[in-house]
Every structure is written in structure tokens, then in C-alpha cells.
């Protein structure tokens, strides 16, 4: 159980280029989703918070504009990168919890390329 | 002072012994504590939690809580080459809606 799945894995694209990243809890119902970027070598840092039918709370020094985060059911939250540039080039993970005291279960990442 | 601390490693067993990663952190207040392992290049995966003072056995992972030293413990016994990768520390601290704290991480390498 807990799965969670997430699209596109890899993504390559011009600079310039608005790209959407999907999140799904397969088999729970996930009150709260989690963003994080992950450069290599380096630890994860959370970017936003995301509740169901609410506005994402985004970390100082996040872009909300830059950044977009939707979560409009239990089941998905979306991430769109507003015309990315070679410095938004990174590993993207998303993670959900049942609860807010419980696990939080990732995606496997998408790894995203901006030329 | 870091939130949670870990030691970065890289923490290097040999095959077949116990591994032992350790983790405190500063938040008397936290309630769930979390370890991760996150190979190369992929994701996260959860691989034991633990909320009450003591230990928590799941196959050859042991989980440990001391909550008034502020400590928990990971330990593999049996280690396999496959368990190398880095073990994140992650602390959920009370009203923080959910946000987990982590750890920088720590390297295993465990050599055949």
C-alpha cells in the first residue's frame, strides 16, 4: 500500500517552456501533498505544502509564481514550472500523507533538463 | 545547531555485519520520527517509523527511540551490499503541519 505516483519521470524542453509535474496517491487519500527539489549531491528542501482545495504554503524563497502548485482532490496535486530556465534544472519530488502525523510516501521523482 | 543531525559518513560495514546510524535532534516536541533510504539518483523510500520510547523490529531493520536524549537509531543487521545508499533522519515536529524535518543524511557503503 501507499503509493504514490508520479509523471513525467524526465523531462527535456527549451528554455522558455512551462512544464506540469502530476502527483497521485494510487491507494490512500492524501490530506497533504509535499514538493521538494532536489540538486545533486545535495539534501532534499521542501518547497511547498499543499492541502486539498486550498492555496499551496510556499518556503521562503520559493517563487510561488515561479512554482504553481494546484491540489485539487484528495488524489492529485500538480506542480507547473512556469517558463523554466537552466537554473530550474533539477530532481523534483513529490511526497503525500494519509494524516499529519503519518508517513509521508514519495513519487519517484521527475528529473527535469532545461536547455 | 542543526535541527537534526546526523553524521554525513560515508559509514562503511562489511557484509554481513550490523550497521548503525544515529540521529538526535534539538525539538523536545517532536512526536514521529521517520528513517528513509534513498538510493543514487531516486526517491525517498520509507522504510521504518516509530513514535513510543524504545525499539521497533521490522525484518533486519531495528528502529530506537530515547526521547529524553533526543536520539534515535537505525540499525541493519545482516547488511547486505544492496542496503548501500544514504539513510535520511527525518523528525516531525508537533504543529508544523506535517512538515518533516531531515536530516543531511548519512552514507552507508557496505562492502562484499
Known amino acids: 500500500g501507499a503509493v504514490v505516483s508520479q509523471h513525467p519521470s524526465r523531462v527535456i524542453c527549451k528554455s522558455g517552456t512551462s512544464v506540469k509535474i502530476e502527483c497521485r496517491s494510487l491507494d490512500f487519500q492524501a490530506t497533504t501533498m509535499f514538493w521538494y527539489r532536489q540538486f545533486p549531491k545535495q539534501s532534499l528542501m521542501l518547497m511547498a505544502t499543499?492541502?486539498?482545495?486550498?492555496?499551496?504554503?510556499?518556503e521562503q524563497g520559493v517563487e510561488k509564481d515561479k512554482f504553481l502548485i494546484n491540489h485539487a482532490s484528495l488524489t492529485l496535486s500538480t506542480l507547473t514550472v512556469t517558463s523554466a530556465h537552466p537554473e530550474d534544472s533539477s530532481f523534483y519530488i513529490c511526497s503525500a500523507a494519509e494524516g499529519p502525523n503519518q508517513p509521508q510516501h514519495f513519487g519517484d521523482g521527475t528529473r527535469l533538463s532545461i536547455l | 545547531q542543526k535541527e537534526v543531525e546526523q553524521n554525513s559518513g560515508p559509514l562503511s560495514v562489511p557484509e554481513g555485519a550490523i550497521a548503525s546510524l544515529n540521529c538526535t535532534y534539538s525539538d523536545r516536541g517532536s512526536q514521529s520520527f521517520f528513517w528513509y533510504r534513498q538510493y543514487s539518483g531516486k526517491s525517498p523510500e520509507l522504510i521504518m517509523f516509530?513514535?513510543?520510547?524504545g525499539d521497533k523490529e521490522d525484518g533486519r531493520f531495528t528502529a530506537q527511540l530515547n526521547k529524553a536524549s533526543q536520539y534515535v537509531s537505525l540499525l541493519i543487521r545482516d547488511s547486505q551490499p544492496s542496503d548501500s545508499a544514504t539513510y535520511l533522519c527525518a523528525v516531525l515536529p508537533r504543529g508544523q503541519g506535517g512538515k518533516l524535518i531531515f536530516g543531511q543524511g548519512t552514507e552507508l557503503s557496505v562492502k562484499p
Open positions: 499543499s492541502n486539498e482545495g486550498s492555496k499551496a504554503t510556499y
Open positions: 516509530i513514535y513510543s520510547n
